[in-house]
């Protein structure tokens, strides 16, 4: 990962804050307790718990460097630099597919953040990417791999 700023809204600060803590504080704790244990059972060369535990604790070791980073690169995006006017990050857009007449409503995030299953996109995101900068009643065309998708900005709220 890049050093790159990484746009954050304060719930995602918070969020990735709380995350590096557990991460120090719990699971750490938790890894090393495996790791000794595992040791105890003898032989490490071809013991399964050894090993599982040695990954995951790559994995949080490398996850806690990554955080860091972000957390260093970070730039939180304040509620009152949110302007309604125009999509940007930490606003929140009513779009309407307009072949289907769906309509749905994403938060635009930075992609630190974006969480498609909590309706949080990155600003990176295709339909994220092609928004930005748009106004309410404009008619955006979105690439994806199955063509054009044409979508109308309904509404953008904080």
């Given amino acids: 990962m890049s050093d790159k700023e ?4 304060p719930d995602g600060l918070k969020k990735l804050e709380e995350e590096l803590e557990t991460l120090k504080s719990v699971k750490r704790r938790e890894v090393a307790e495996r790791i000794k244990i595992a040791i105890g059972y003898g032989d490490i060369s071809e013991n399964s718990e050894y090993e599982d535990a040695k990954n995951e604790q790559a994995f949080i070791e490398g996850r806690i460097i990554t955080l860091e980073k972000m957390l260093r690169n970070a730039r939180l995006i304040n509620n009152d630099e949110i302007d309604t006017n125009v999509v940007g990050i930490g606003t929140t857009v009513v779009v309407e597919d307009m072949q289907y007449g769906e309509v749905m409503e994403y938060t635009i995030v930075g992609s630190a953040e974006s969480d498609p299953l909590q309706n949080k996109i990155s600003n990176e995101s295709p339909l994220g ?12 065309d979105v690439p994806t791999p199955d063509g054009i998708i044409k979508y109308k900005i ?3 709220k904080k």
């Fill in 6 to 9: 990484v746009l954050l809204t």
């Fill in 154 to 156: 309904l509404d953008i």
């Fill in 129 to 140: 990417k092609h928004i930005i900068g748009r106004q309410k009643g404009e008619v955006v």
